[in-house]
């Protein structure tokens, strides 16, 4: 995505850059720009030594990066230059949250390589999240005693409840419609 501007783009792109700008090589390396050579070449700083890299190394600044990466939705599928496809929850300054199997994990940003699949979202998980939202912070009775509903999960795969409005819990969206459903005699659904 990042890494597929012709040599003539970099050169332009380069260009615009200023001293002391993280910026990212296709070789995955994190480095800080220090200026061009004539010939078009960059100098950068990578553990404290400088290095003439080619304009083609170029794959984007950090910024430019992590912006993408709050453009996509928690469940779309990405690919991290391990290899591995993972499930992209959400981004802060440095790093990303990503689900592999069933553990999640913090990745560096420079990792993110591409974006495999946007999640669709049926219409049904749609409203789901919609009554989640709709109802947060009203107290429903389910199988375990009343709790107060929370908000989604940073995955948007679940929903947070309160039990006793202290014990923190999750339920899938469906275990949570279901439950909300039984506790129907007082919310409209």
């Not at 080619?54 to 939705?73: A, H, M, Q, S």
């Not at 391990?82 to 440095?94: A, M, P, S």
């Not at 049904?124 to 939202?133: F, G, M, P, Q, V």
Request: aromatic share 8%.
């Amino acid at each position: 995505m990042f890494n597929t501007r012709s040599i003539d783009e970099n050169m332009k792109v380069t260009q615009r850059l200023k001293g002391g700008e993280k910026i990212l090589l296709t070789s995955e390396h994190l480095v800080e720009f220090k200026g061009l050579k004539e010939n078009g070449d960059m100098i950068v700083k990578l553990k404290n030594k400088l290095y003439k890299v080619g304009v083609e190394r170029y794959r984007c600044t950090l910024e430019e990066l992590r912006e993408y990466l709050k453009t996509l939705k928690p469940g779309d599928l990405i690919k991290v230059s391990t290899g591995e496809t993972v499930k992209f929850i959400k981004v802060n300054r440095t790093k990303f949250l990503a689900k592999e199997g069933n553990a999640e994990y913090l990745y560096p940003i420079p990792i993110f390589t591409e974006l495999i699949q946007r999640k669709q979202e049926s219409g049904r998980e749609k409203k789901i999240k919609a009554l989640a939202l709709k109802y947060k912070g009203v107290t429903i009775q389910t199988s375990w005693g009343p709790s107060v509903i929370g908000e989604l999960t940073p995955c948007e795969e679940s929903v947070f409840l309160y039990e006793f409005g202290e014990e923190l819990y999750s339920l899938s969206l469906e275990d949570f419609m279901s439950e909300l459903s039984s506790d129907m005699n007082h919310l409209e659904l």
